[in-house]
């Protein structure tokens, strides 16, 4: 018997005991590895396409629970959530996959009671983010604030600092810098970068002065001691490194100091040891 199946387009049916493999008849405990399987299974399900023929997963899941396997589960929203970042990151990873909107997972308990212990459903939708509705009293609701990069969805960065004033950001740190600000990059930490708008990841750098032709979404930085390794998301406008073209999704790593040109030198940045 199939750990999945599906009840229409968007809608799927999950056994848990088929996927925790315990003998039939006896009860499973349904914990965050479960669940984040569950749901990683349900998005190899989408088979749409983007118009060039990528990859395109579903951004909002509602997984419905019987209610005692909610009430088990609940207080380990925290590891729950941790554990579907990264699973979910390296599903979406494997197949190039691309999001229309902010990842969403939801865990609710069947208020009709109709559903019984082991089982769920998982309800699918391709939403913008603009339109998600807000979580009600008594859900889980996890917003994983993923970010494409190469058309791939990953982990939310940690980490991070804000956008500063310029002569705001001293002594021996790595920052970038344009004209009117700066933001401090940690060693270690991704950000990611563009134009200032309302629902911007956390832990973002807005880029005060950016014109239309920078993206809310434009690039991606990660510094070490000594480099700074630099990627252009998948349907962003042109990112030039020291000179160098990056292509869309890729990424290019280069020594400090170094400067970034957006779109054809619309919007210049340096990166550099302060």
Not at 38 to 61: D, T
Not at 69 to 77: A, G, S, T, V
Not at 162 to 184: F, H, N, R
Request: one cysteine or more; a neutral charge; charged letters at 20%.
């Amino acid at each position: 018997m199939s750990a999945l199946v599906s009840d229409g387009l968007d809608q799927f049916r999950v056994r848990f005991g088929e996927l925790a493999r315990v003998r039939r008849g006896e009860p499973v405990r349904i914990d965050p590895f479960l669940v984040a399987q569950a749901i990683a299974l349900v998005m190899r399900e989408c088979k749409v396409r983007s118009a060039l023929g990528h990859p395109l997963v579903w951004n909002q899941y509602r997984l419905i629970l019987a209610r005692r396997d909610f009430e088990l589960i609940r207080p380990l929203q925290t590891p729950l959530e941790r554990d579907l970042q990264t699973v979910l990151a390296n599903e979406a990873r494997a197949r190039s996959a691309e999001l229309v909107g902010e990842l969403r997972v939801t865990v609710v308990f069947d208020e009709a009671d109709e559903l019984t212990t082991g089982e769920g459903v998982v309800r699918v939708a391709f939403v913008p983010t603009a339109q998600l509705a807000a979580p009600r009293a008594g859900e889980m609701t996890m917003r994983l604030d993923s970010w494409a990069i190469a058309g791939e969805i990953a982990a939310r960065p940690a980490g991070g600092s804000d956008t500063v004033a310029v002569g705001d950001v001293v002594g021996s740190v790595i920052a970038l810098c344009w004209p009117g600000g700066e933001a401090a990059l940690v060693p270690g930490a991704t950000r990611i970068v563009g134009r200032p708008h309302p629902e911007a990841p956390p832990h973002f750098i807005a880029l005060a002065g950016a014109g239309s032709k920078v993206n809310k979404q434009h690039f991606w930085i990660a510094a070490t001691p000594s480099a700074v390794r630099i990627g252009r998301f998948a349907k962003a406008n042109p990112v030039h490194v020291g000179g160098a073209p990056i292509a869309a999704g890729e990424d290019l790593e280069v020594a400090l100091p170094t400067e970034i040109s957006l779109s054809h030198g619309d919007f210049t940045l340096v990166v550099q040891r302060r």
